[in-house]
């Protein structure tokens, strides 16, 4: 069965620079979900999509932005990035907003900053 | 083995032991809570989830009890195997998203 893409699974970046993390989620869910797992912490939710319209928002830091497209699929867009946004980037996915079922996660990307 | 709150990051048990982990969620008003076993480098996996109009759920050797009263989750794991060392983290839903709390380690020992 199909699961929920996320690309790419590593990525290395110097400080102030951007990164863009995508995220595909499984066919027919319209729910996307994006959390950030820093070394040793719980995933902390940013910001989710519903039909292509935002649909919640955690601590996702201004400089961080996000959108969904018609296809379902989001990009997470990262500017002007610092040391302490290394983690492990998650992308979820579910069929409805708020989930009635459980969030189906991809494999995560990996953000370094130098 | 049992872990206390959210204090305890790590469980250690020995393999054929049952597992208790413990979670303090922080919404009174949520209604959906889910365990999800995350494994080294890869993304959180579904366990098993309950609602809130139910107090206990079992699955295939494990059980998940929701006390609402002390907003207070565990996950009971029977017969533990070394395929179950992983971190296991609780989910609650909060409007339009899960929320996770901290995870707890655990570690089977052969």
């Known amino acids: 069965a199909a699961g929920v893409i996320q690309s790419p699974r590593h990525l290395i970046k110097e400080k102030r620079e951007t990164a863009t993390l995508k995220c595909y989620p499984i066919p027919r869910h319209d729910t996307v979900y994006w959390y950030q797992q820093g070394p040793g912490q719980d995933p902390q939710f940013l910001i989710s999509f519903y039909e292509k319209m935002q649909s919640d928002k955690g601590s996702i830091p201004d400089r961080f932005s996000a959108q969904q497209f018609s296809d379902y699929h989001s990009e997470l867009n990262m500017s002007s990035l610092e040391l302490g946004d290394s983690a492990l980037y998650f992308c979820?996915?579910?069929?409805?907003?708020?989930?009635?079922?459980?969030?189906?996660f991809g494999e995560g990307s990996r953000l370094t900053v130098l | 083995g049992e872990s206390v709150g959210l204090h305890l990051p790590t469980l250690s048990v020995q393999e054929g032991d049952n597992s208790i982990i413990n979670c303090a969620y922080s919404n009174s008003a949520s209604d959906y809570f889910i365990w999800y076993k995350q494994e080294s480098g890869k993304g959180p996996q579904f366990i098993i989830d309950?609602?809130?109009?139910?107090d206990k759920r079992q699955g295939q050797r494990v059980t998940v009890l929701l006390n609402k009263t002390v907003k207070h989750l565990s996950l009971q794991i029977a017969a533990t195997q070394p395929g179950d060392s992983a971190v296991y983290f609780c989910a609650e839903r909060d409007n339009n998203d899960m929320r996770f709390g901290a995870g707890t380690r655990l570690t089977v020992k052969p």
């Open positions: 309950i609602r809130s109009n139910m």
């Open positions: 979820a996915s579910s069929l409805t907003s708020p989930p009635t079922g459980e969030l189906f």
